[in-house]
């Protein structure tokens, strides 16, 4: 047990190693044993504008001292901008948002805004996904962090991924039939067909691996959520706000999903806020129908003024395009990281978020994060599942990437091959 009066998440709290965080700037951050760690993970995934972002703390400050109290149909210039911010960067045809306090929040409320307009109760999702940690989103996670739950809501059914590198249809990328696309349209008349009110895909499953989709499987989905009038629901919690070098995930493919849910980067992590984008073939159901949703906090004020000014921050500083043109260097160092590596290893990225998949018994990853510790870099090391994860906040330099990803090379080479310290350094976050 720790000594600290409050729970740790996702792990018996006799395994914690807590640290304290002190601050931060830019993709660094501080630790109060005077550690200067190199966020390569953007903490939770959350902080795509960076640490210590004046322009965004000061217009929380400013949002406090204006107005921080409201009600749900009150209306204030931060909620109307960042509605009407978060329409255009969705694109032609999105026409309502409904904020959330987070990502979870954000599915539940996909699922109650689905099944109130189709008039259906399943719900399709994928096993190598994660949704969120509140019963419904809980439900259409596929990952570890469900089963202990279950049973969860009725009605959620899950299929296999777009896992190219470990195809769970026994396929080559080369030769298959995109059998991880099809299967969902298969399952939707299987199910019975129209009864699935929707289908929530990650763009990319970011946490549970980075599985990159092959270009036609997105448009496959599509077609066949059509023809089912299932809604597609991309979940874009990890990947939107410019993760993989588009503003959306979904926009690499050409392809426009009935919502958008989404969280972390909207007000990266500098307040607690997510939202629900809506199509309007979606939204006119609610013109004659009450939407049967709400929070207290429903477009926190404070909130809203952090997203606005977060937004800001990624077009002022030019950062989806920033983050497309570092893509290729991640991958590139990756890639050059793989190659000297002594065990069979594989490669996925898209713009700022990658993962490296590494064939290694448990303890060669124990002696992988002791070497992030000694070299202070934070990344997302799942030894159970053999990966890490690399998420760096998009006002990364070119330079900071590089001279961090070698460092990580350095110390996965020392790690795999055996050699490297198994004790992780005292006073710092667990990689
Ligand atoms: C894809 C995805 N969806 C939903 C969530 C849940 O978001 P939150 O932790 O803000 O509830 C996460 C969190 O990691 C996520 O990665």
Redesign the pocket.
């Known amino acids: 047990m720790t000594e600290y009066p409050f729970f740790f998440t996702w792990t018996a709290q006799s395994a914690v190693k807590p640290f304290e965080l002190t601050g931060g700037q830019g993709a660094w951050f501080t630790t109060s044993d005077g550690g200067r760690w190199l966020d390569l993970g953007a903490l ?3 902080v795509n504008a960076g640490h210590g972002e004046r322009r965004i703390t000061d217009a929380i400050t400013r949002q406090a001292d204006e107005l921080a109290l409201s009600m749900a149909n009150a209306v204030y210039p931060a909620k109307v901008e960042l509605a009407e911010r978060l329409l255009a960067m969705a694109g032609p045809g999105f026409s309502k948002v409904f904020f959330t306090l ?6 539940e409320n996909a699922i109650k805004i689905a099944r109130q307009v189709t008039g259906r109760m399943k719900l399709l999702s994928r096993y190598r ?6 019963m419904g ?1 809980l439900s259409l996670t596929g990952d570890w962090r469900r089963p202990p739950l279950e049973p969860g809501i009725p009605g959620v059914v899950h299929v296999h991924d777009c896992y190219c590198d470990r195809c769970p249809f026994g396929q080559e990328l080369a030769t298959c039939k995109r059998e991880c696309a099809t299967t969902i349209g298969q399952t939707l008349a299987l199910e019975g067909a129209r009864s699935i009110a929707a289908v929530f895909l ?1 763009p990319v ?3 549970n691996g980075v599985l990159v989709p092959p270009d036609d499987y997105w448009p496959i989905v599509r077609e066949a959520c059509t023809a089912d009038g299932a809604l597609l629901v991309a ?5 939107g706000f410019g993760r993989t070098g588009k503003p959306f995930g979904f926009q690499h493919w050409n392809v426009v999903p009935d919502i958008i ?1 989404c ?2 980067g909207l007000a990266s992590g500098y307040a ?1 806020i ?1 939202a629900v984008i809506v199509h309007e073939r979606v939204a006119r159901h609610f013109d004659a129908n009450v939407l049967a949703c709400g929070l207290t906090y429903y477009a926190h004020p404070i909130a809203c003024a952090a997203a606005v000014a977060t937004m800001k921050v990624y077009e002022e500083d030019g950062m989806y395009d920033h983050a497309a043109r570092l893509g290729p260097v991640l991958r590139r160092e990756l890639d050059a990281c793989a190659r000297r590596l002594p065990a069979k290893s594989y490669v996925r990225s898209l713009g700022l978020l990658a993962a490296l998949e590494v064939e290694a018994p448990a303890d060669a990853w124990t002696r992988l994060g002791a070497e992030l510790s000694r070299r202070k870099l934070s990344l997302h090391v799942d030894g159970k599942r053999g990966t890490a994860i690399f998420a760096p906040p998009l006002c990364i330099g070119e330079e900071e990437l590089v001279t961090g990803m070698r460092s990580f090379a350095d110390g996965a080479v020392a790690a795999f091959a055996g050699r490297g310290s198994k004790d992780a350094a005292s006073g710092g976050p667990e990689p």
């Open positions: 939770a995934y959350q987070s990502g979870a929040e954000a599915n996904s994660y949704h969120g940690a509140s989103a990650e499953p970011g946490a979940d874009e919690v990890l990947t849910t969280a972390k607690t997510g």
